[in-house]
């Protein structure tokens, strides 16, 4: 398996124990306001990455690509900063509100350049005027 999509899958593990650590300290609390970040934890974190983890492991040539890390860091970036930030924000932090837009935003980006990966092709590039190997 292609080392980016190893990559995907271990942080995705560790974004499904916070979004169900977020989820268990709202039913102990009786506070449901964070509902939001319970659910971009899971949504972008666990999901979104594992699925991602799962598109480079059967499209290993692309996993190759350099794009493909910096798809990586960039993302898992946004989402790591979007979810405690949103966490204190929806539990009454009104100052938290620029760091969740900005980091929706480098998450959002981390989304494009997953598209650009997605749509590259992953043929190897043959020189005008080269001829095929025979």
Same mark, same amino acid.
């Given at each position: 398996?292609?080392?980016?999509?190893?990559?995907?899958?271990?942080? $995705? =593990?560790?974004?499904?124990?916070?979004? =169900?650590?977020?989820?268990?300290?709202?039913?102990?609390?009786?506070?449901?306001?964070?509902?939001?970040?319970?659910?971009?934890?899971?949504?972008?974190?666990?999901?979104?990455?594992?699925?991602?983890?799962?598109?480079?492991?059967?499209?290993?040539?692309?996993?190759?690509?350099?794009?493909?890390?910096?798809?990586?860091? /960039?993302?898992?970036?946004?989402?790591? /900063?979007?979810?405690?930030?949103?966490?204190?924000?929806?539990?009454?932090?009104?100052?938290?509100?620029?760091? /969740? $837009?900005?980091?929706?935003? =480098? %998450?959002?980006?981390? /989304?494009?350049?997953?598209?650009? =990966?997605?749509?590259?092709?992953?043929? %190897?590039?043959?020189?005008?005027?080269?001829?095929?190997?025979?």
């Amino acid at each position: 398996m292609p080392r980016i999509a190893n990559l995907f899958f271990k942080t $995705a =593990i560790i974004f499904l124990i916070a979004g =169900i650590s977020i989820g268990l300290h709202m039913s102990i609390s009786g506070n449901h306001a964070p509902t939001g970040a319970h659910a971009h934890a899971n949504l972008l974190g666990w999901v979104t990455m594992a699925l991602f983890g799962v598109y480079h492991a059967l499209n290993p040539r692309k996993a190759e690509k350099r794009l493909a890390m910096i798809q990586y860091v /960039v993302y898992t970036f946004g989402v790591a /900063v979007l979810i405690p930030s949103l966490y204190l924000m929806l539990s009454g932090n009104a100052a938290m509100e620029p760091i /969740v $837009a900005i980091s929706s935003l =480098i %998450a959002f980006a981390g /989304v494009l350049m997953f598209a650009v =990966i997605i749509f590259s092709s992953s043929e %190897a590039k043959i020189p005008v005027g080269a001829s095929p190997v025979r």
